[in-house]
Each structure stands twice: as C-alpha cells, then as structure tokens.
C-alpha cells in the first residue's frame, strides 16, 4: 500500500510528483523568468562568474545578499573588511584605534587612490558616512547603534566620534564603501570610480551582467586574474548546465542536488563553509493589535507546525543546521535560547484553545533567497494543510518590488521568507539589525518588518556601548533570550555557505560571509 504523500518524505521529488506546484491553494506570483547564459568558454585570462541573484549595483547601501560582496569590493573597498577567520583587517586604513570610549583614531593608508588616479580622502570617508545614514531602509544602516562623525586632523588621519561607546566600530566600517565625495549621493550607485583592483567597464543592470577589468591605477598587489564577467543566471539548473560546460568557472548558492551532481566531476570543485547567515520565514509585526498574529501565543502555536527536520533533512539535504537560538551560533555572542518542536497536534490544540480558526495565511519571498527556496514553501503550504491553515504563496522576481511590501508600503503578507547576514561575524551586528527597532527608525521603515519591543532594544542599546566584552557577552545573552521569547519566527534554519568552481580557477577560498577575495585568486 503506498503512503499518501502527506506523509512521504518532504523531498524535491515528491513535491513535484504531488503537483504542489498547481494544487494546495498555491498561488506563484511573479516567479523568476528565465535569463539568457553566457556562450562560449572564457577567454585564458578571464574568469566568468554566475550569480543566483540579479547584482543591481555595485554599491551596497541596499545591498540584500551576501555573494554581491565578492563583485562590489572588487570594484569598491572600505577602510577595513573582515576576513576567513570573522576578523577586521586594514584596507584603506593602515591604523584604526580606539584611543577613547567615543573617539577611534583612523590614518589613510599612504598612496590609496581610485582608479581615475585621483587619491582617496578624509572627505569621502565623511561624505560615504552622511549617504549611507540617509538611505531609508537601509541594509547597512541597521547595523550601526548611531552613525559616527568625522573629524578631520591633517589630509590623512582623521577621528570617528561617536556620541556613545561604539567598541566594534573596526567591524562595522567594514561596509562603508568608500567613493569620491562629489560622486556619491543617498542611494545605490550605479557608476562612478572606486579604488578596488577592478574596474567597471560594461554593466547592464537590467540582466545584471557586468564586466570587470584590471584596475591599473590600483595602490595594491595587481591582481592575477585580467577580467571577470558576472552573469545572472536565476535557475540552478541552468548554472550547473554552464558551469560543466566550461561556460563560467563560479557558481554560488547551490542546493545539495547541485552540488552532489558537480562534486564527482573530474575538473569541478565544491567549497562549503558554515555560514553567518539566519534565513527565516519571519512574521509580519505590522499586523494590527487584534490581528491573530499579534499574540506571541498564536506565533508560537504556529512554530509547532513546521518540521524543521524534514526540511533539514530531505529537501536541503544535511545542508543547513537548525537554529537553536535568534542569530547563527557561529556568531561571537551567540547562545542557545531554545529550539523549534515538530508537534502538528499541538499546534491545533493551542490555536483552537486560542480560538482561531479559519486563519489564512500569505507566505512571500524573492526567489532566490535561500537554496531551494520553492521547495521550503510549499512544504510549508503542505504542513500547514494538515493543521488545517489555508496558506498562499507569492514569489517575487530578482531585483522586483519586494522591497516595497518588506517595509510594509505595498501588499499586506503574514510571513517573510528572508535572509539577513552578519557580514562583520559578531552577534551585536545582526541583533542590531533584526531586533533593535524603534518608533523613530519605524517611520522610516528601517525596522526589520515592524520588530519593535522598547526594551529589547535597550537592552541592545546597552550591550552596543558596552566595552567590556565580557560584560557585553551577558548583555547580549540577556537580550537574545528576550527575543526568543517574542517568537520572531516561524521558523528559522543557518545554511552552509556553498560554491561550485572549476578547477581552472584557484586560492578561491571562501569565507563564511559567503563570499571571497576575488583579486586572490588566480588562473592555471
């Protein structure tokens, strides 16, 4: 007798095989055209780099993905960045103290220059600061506590102020890209001059191809690579396709079916790298006051749903771990707070105690936010089923309009599947970000979905000036059991950050930030 398939295994082929794609009240709106890919073999001295996600800039002030970083530091750098081992290291600046609790003393490196062979200045570091801080909701901007001021000593040495102890300021300037002040305006570049190895010398950002070439100009090490082409390439199969034929050498974000295809290729390589990614189906804090999901009760009932596990297991294939806590354990300043529970029969028995019945549900996402991203959803749609909540899906093009509804300004939606890093691999960045919303950042919509709980983000406030790690550690401890406690999330999972490369390209070494030094690498 063959098991209905509510109750076979949550994997790709099943889901295909039920029809969940037409069936379960699924609605895909907007999903992800096909692109184009690249022909023909690259050249003996270039490299061809196929991303998952449309690059819409090489700026990052609403930059939303992490394997953007490779391309966008390539072309643009900051005074510091933060390296394998989650720890900042000089770039533009060649000293970056702390000298008070409000004040770091930063020093120009001696001969940074952009690539129009114009030097690099105080007065851009300044300007960078006064764009990013200006941007409504901002990717970058959510990680900062307050912006710091410059103070200007002499045409190379400089303080940041700041009105209250910011002691990981040297992380957090790691994504200040830095551009000549006149160019620079409060929103994501599309031109203009960077001091990076790379060179912009063709960019569409309709497909999101780019072409980069060597920046002569450039104050460091020549890189060993001449030219890079990044395509936009959003089916999987389609890269994997490419990246065996030799059509590009780079792959990022790939599922554990990719990579399981490309790993026992001759000439092809896997690199993966525990992330410091949080990927989550979180709610929608915006819902009014008698809106069922506004009661933390309702939100947990729900969590009871979800079989974390098999998502785990049988569709990301072993290739996340489940979290155990608000923010990836990886991160310096994690704990454990708690753990997601598979228990559908409790999930009923609480909503129906609760007295909600007859919920519906809308579940959004932009494809390509996560590995198997279609695959999660409508396990989801299928897992709710059997609780007996209606739920509908809408997807959303690369590079479309999600942003809108994120910050509540277009369609009204109940669960966000989303993605947000720590780029700098401390605890207090993502925090910061996630979870330290507040009325005044509210109405700008930098809040992250409506999160607002006044005295979580005090207590994020308070961990954020304090200088004594260990002090700082307790504090954000505190902090994150508090949050746990709001049930932010649905439910929540840490991927591995993968890549496939062909063996041509080497030193390609991937950091957790799920991205790499792309003027390292070289060609054999």
């Known amino acids: 007798m063959t098991d209905s398939l509510l109750h076979q295994r949550f994997s790709r082929r099943n889901l295909m095989r039920g029809g969940l794609l037409l069936g379960g009240g699924v609605l895909l709106g907007g999903a992800a055209a096909g692109c184009a890919t690249p022909t023909g073999t690259p050249g003996p001295t270039t490299v061809s780099l196929a991303l998952n996600r449309s690059l819409v800039s090489l700026d990052n002030k609403l930059n939303q993905f992490d394997a953007a970083l490779t391309v966008q530091r390539g072309v643009r750098q900051a005074l510091t960045e933060i390296d394998a081992n989650l720890k900042p290291q000089l770039v533009l600046a060649d000293r970056f103290e702390l000298v008070e609790p409000t004040r770091w003393f930063v020093h120009l490196r001696d001969g940074v220059r952009y690539s129009d062979g114009s030097p690099v200045r105080v007065e851009d570091v300044a300007t960078a600061l006064k764009m990013y801080s200006e941007v409504d909701g901002s990717f970058v901007g959510g990680f900062f506590p307050e912006w710091p001021t410059v103070e200007p000593m002499d045409a190379s040495s400089f303080s940041l102020l700041t009105t209250k102890p910011v002691p990981v300021l040297d992380y957090l300037m790691s994504n200040i890209l830095i551009t000549p002040a006149a160019a620079n305006r409060p929103e994501e570049l599309q031109s203009g001059v960077g001091s990076g190895p790379y060179v912009v010398t063709s960019s569409d950002r309709g497909t999101g191809n780019y072409t980069l070439e060597r920046n002569t100009q450039y104050w460091g090490p020549a890189p060993n690579i001449e030219t890079v082409r990044v395509r936009f390439v959003p089916e999987e199969s389609s890269?994997?396709?490419?990246?065996?034929?030799?059509?590009?050498?780079?792959?990022?974000?790939?599922?554990?079916?990719?990579?399981?295809?490309?790993?026992?290729?001759?000439?092809?390589?896997?690199?993966?790298?525990?992330?410091?990614?949080?990927?989550?189906l979180f709610y929608n804090f915006r819902k009014p006051a008698d809106h069922p999901l506004a009661n933390a009760r309702v939100r947990k009932a729900l969590t009871y749903a979800i079989n974390g596990p098999a998502l785990i297991d049988q569709v990301m294939q072993g290739s996340a771990t489940a979290s155990r806590g608000v923010i990836p354990s990886i991160l310096d300043g994690a704990i454990e707070t708690g753990e997601y529970v598979y228990d559908p029969a409790r999930a009923r028995g609480e909503l129906d105690a609760l007295g909600v019945r007859d919920l519906n549900l809308k579940i959004i996402w932009e494809s390509g936010e996560f590995a198997a991203d279609t695959d999660i959803m409508e396990s989801v749609v299928q897992m709710f089923s059997d609780i007996g909540v209606r739920t509908s899906l809408q997807q959303f093009e690369p590079g479309g309009d999600i942003m809108q509804w994120r910050q509540g300004k277009a369609g009204d939606w109940d669960v966000l599947g989303n993605g947000f890093p720590s780029p700098t691999g401390l605890a207090i960045t993502i925090m910061q970000g996630m979870y330290a919303g507040t009325p005044e950042k509210e109405a700008t919509r930098d809040t992250y979905h409506g999160y607002q709980f006044p005295e979580i983000a005090a207590a994020i406030a308070r961990a954020s000036e304090e200088v004594d790690p260990t002090r700082r550690g307790q504090l954000l401890a505190d902090a994150q059991r508090q949050i746990w406690d709001t049930v932010p999330c649905l439910w929540s999972f840490v991927p591995k950050s993968v890549l496939a490369k062909r063996d041509r390209i080497q030193d390609v070494t991937l950091r957790p930030t799920n991205s790499y030094n792309l003027s390292a690498a070289t060609l054999v």
């Not at 599922?255 to 399981?260: L, N």
């Not at 790993?263 to 525990?274: M, Y």
């Open 239 to 280: 890269r994997v396709v490419t990246l065996r034929s030799g059509e590009v050498d780079v792959i990022d974000s790939i599922t554990p079916d990719a990579a399981d295809q490309l790993e026992g290729l001759s000439n092809v390589g896997v690199e993966r790298v525990d992330g410091v990614r949080l990927n989550q």
